[in-house]
């Protein structure tokens, strides 16, 4: 035999073992799996839940329009060296389903019934006590981005699904915007379906008073191919361009940003007829940039500040125009606050 067949013979042995060893473990994926043949046409294996729409029925109710504005700070009391404790219950659920678009039926997980879960809100040096209850059937966490004592960092101490429970309880801080998600592992798929929300950390001296908002950029992976299918500010893909936001002109508007969106490395936040100001993490009281343009990688977030001197329709949405095509987009109508104060002068004197 010579050296050529030699190697032939052995690459031969090699490639065999190999198909061999490699089968048995394809052939157990594909059982778990189902084929699936997206919008786009692509026939995709999934192990995700496929759900029929002309059988689905909706089972969560979200406004995006009110989660805009709406702020929770927990139930208030005061400790005895006069700390502010606020305690919060969030109960976690993974059954939900949610039609994200009209026809799209999607089983999202959920924090209070919710995706995202509640804007948490308290100020610098507040205690916060969590009650978390996982009424899931998988075991999930709450991990929340900050400052706290490894014990409540929600990642090894995963809670059990049908009841299980865990009290997280740490100091508020730093000052700014913080997302707090599920830990658990494949964490992409708890992230994805939705387990996530915004805490937002309040300096001691306030920020100047102003129309806040809280906007959630995310992804919708409706087909379990690990590509979202939909992007969003709030989930609900092209809401605020069917429903624009209403500002008036020459009043600060407050937003706090924070990127969810998973598979896409990034997403970006790009603004019309104006720049606002923006504090990375609004960790510091002084802006970092003037921009109509930021960029931000999974989990970046923070919070921009501006005001409309002319009224009308503004845009707001993703410059990554795939982003912006797939429902990532939305509309401010800046109203005209002087024309608003004449009128209600001209009713005052009739
Ligand atoms: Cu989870």
């Not at 992409?188 to 379906?193: A, G, P």
Request: aromatic share 12%; glycine share 8%; charged share 20%.
């Amino acid at each position: 035999m010579g050296r050529s067949t030699v190697m032939i013979l052995l690459i031969s042995l090699v490639v065999g073992f190999s198909i061999i060893a490699v089968f048995p473990t394809f052939s157990d994926a594909q059982s778990e799996s189902k084929t699936f043949v997206t919008h786009s046409g692509a026939v995709v294996q999934t192990s995700g839940e496929i759900i029929d729409p002309l059988y689905a029925v909706s089972t969560v109710e979200f406004d995006p329009m009110e989660y805009l504005r709406d702020f929770n700070y927990g139930d208030i009391s005061q400790l005895s060296d006069g700390t502010v404790l606020r305690e919060f219950t969030i109960i976690a659920e993974d059954d939900k389903i949610m039609e994200v678009s009209p026809g799209v039926f999607y089983n999202v997980w959920t924090f209070n019934g919710t995706v995202p879960g509640p804007t948490i809100r308290a100020t610098e040096g507040d205690l916060l006590r969590i009650h978390f209850i996982n009424n899931g059937s998988k075991e999930h966490t709450i991990h929340f981005h900050g400052i706290h004592p490894a014990g409540m960092d929600g990642v090894f101490e995963p809670v059990g699904g049908n009841g299980g429970q865990f009290v997280y309880e740490f100091e508020a801080g730093p000052v700014g915007v913080h997302p707090y998600h599920c830990h658990v592992m494949p964490l992409e798929e708890h992230i994805v379906h939705g387990l996530y929300g915004v805490f937002i950390v309040d300096p001691k001296e306030e920020r100047p008073p102003a129309d806040e908002m809280v906007m959630v950029l995310n992804g919708l992976d409706t087909d379990f191919d690990t590509e979202n299918n939909f992007y969003a500010a709030n989930t609900i893909p092209f809401y605020y361009q069917h429903h624009p936001i209403q500002i008036n002109t020459d009043e600060l508007i407050r937003v706090y940003v924070v990127n969810m969106v998973e598979f896409d490395p990034i997403n970006n936040f790009h603004l019309h007829g104006n720049l606002y100001k923006y504090y990375p993490t609004g960790t510091d009281l002084v802006p970092s940039f003037y921009t109509d343009m930021i960029t931000l990688s999974q989990t970046e977030r923070g919070i921009m500040e501006f005001q409309y001197d002319f009224p009308g329709k503004y845009l707001f949405h993703a410059h990554k125009v795939e982003f912006s095509e797939k429902g990532w987009v939305g509309i401010f109508l800046v109203n005209d606050s002087t024309k608003k104060n004449v009128q209600e002068i001209d009713i005052g004197t009739k």
